[in-house]
């Protein structure tokens, strides 16, 4: 089985995730979606300094949106801020430094952002990794579920109530064709079990996505949640975790522009708003999240067994790092005897 979804799901990339598979399906893009201003909404985008993200953040830039850009390296997000800035002539972009493998510092963030923030217009889950060796973060969690999935999750539930405070509120995750190949492994969620494979995990991850996407669809309705696939594109992030399919694929890879344009549309257009919440979407429609045939399909305890697991290793954080918080004001606290 694994053997034919990665066939089919590689012809399927031939035709369709490629430029040429970008060129063909634009030609039914409206160019009128994304002829208007969002001046006043205020957007959140992860991984913003390079790639995917760093596109999307410019073009809402030039619409005139609020941008903050989530980003790991300060010094990068400082020259990419500068950038679109000086690109958009919008000066309404900040940057905000997070490292999302930590999921410590995620929580605290978005803790810390729900206080100091009124609203929040449109959350767009943008960074990711892949890690090819088995590593832990600081809370003892496998690094790549730990951003692509739980830091996802931490973020997006955490500011779920600033977004619901806002007028047609939208959460965008950028996933992975590659999630297509993958039925969720909800018994394994840190890659304990057999040989390590980052490729395989990411993937995994990927499809992790999509159910949590279509979850939080199914539990919070005023907030429109999509999930989307951006094709093959030539990001310093493919080109660095997977030096030989890059190098295969060559000037075929999508641009960055081409990668993040069902992103801006996504975040911005009236259309994109009209579809049903929790979809899959390639180049601006809708797709299913399943190939033919695939057995990817997943009962509904797997996906409650998933969601559980995901609540408890969020929450367990979560619990300690308010432990700590009063700790440490206890310790600061005068003690009068």
């Not at 997070?98 to 929580?107: P, Y």
Request: charged share 20%; net charge positive; with cysteine.
């Amino acid at each position: 089985m694994s053997l034919y979804r990665n066939a089919v799901w590689f012809l399927n990339g031939i035709h369709q995730y490629t430029r040429k598979g970008f060129e063909a399906a634009s030609k039914d893009f409206e160019a009128k979606d994304l002829d208007l201003s969002v001046v006043g909404r205020s957007f959140m985008i992860t991984g913003a300094n390079r790639g995917i993200g760093r596109a999307a953040a410019l073009a809402i830039a030039k619409k005139g949106g609020t941008v903050h850009m989530v980003c790991r390296d300060r010094d990068r997000a400082e020259e990419a801020r500068a950038a679109i800035v000086h690109e958009s002539g919008n000066t309404e972009v900040f940057v905000h430094v997070v490292d999302l493998s930590q999921t410590g510092r995620v929580w605290q963030f978005a803790q810390d952002f729900v206080k100091q923030h009124s609203s929040l217009s449109v959350l767009i889950n943008n960074a990711g990794c892949m890690l090819h060796q088995r590593e832990l973060n600081a809370e003892g969690l496998e690094k790549n579920f730990a951003t692509n999935t739980l830091g996802v999750y931490v973020l997006t539930q955490s500011l779920i109530p600033l977004l619901q405070k806002s007028r047609d509120p939208r959460v965008i995750t950028v996933s992975s064709g590659a999630m297509l190949v993958q039925r969720l492994q909800s018994d394994d969620l840190q890659s304990q079990k057999g040989p390590f494979d980052g490729v395989r995990v990411y993937a995994q991850n990927k499809r992790q996505q999509v159910v949590l996407t279509q979850q939080w669809a199914k539990a919070n309705p005023i907030i429109h949640f999509s999930v989307m696939h951006p094709g093959w594109v030539d990001t310093p992030a493919v080109s660095s975790s997977m030096p030989q399919f890059h190098q295969m694929m060559g000037d075929r890879l999508r641009s960055v522009e081409q990668g993040a344009d069902t992103v801006v549309w996504l975040a911005l257009s009236r259309a994109a708003s009209r579809t049903c919440s929790g979809q899959f979407f390639q180049d601006r429609r809708p797709v299913p999240a399943h190939l033919p045939l695939a057995w990817t399909r997943s009962p509904a305890e797997d996906v409650q067994s998933f969601m559980t697991q995901v609540e408890n290793l969020a929450g367990a954080v979560g619990s300690r790092l308010r432990e700590d918080l009063n700790s440490s004001l206890e310790a600061s606290t005068p003690q009068f005897v």
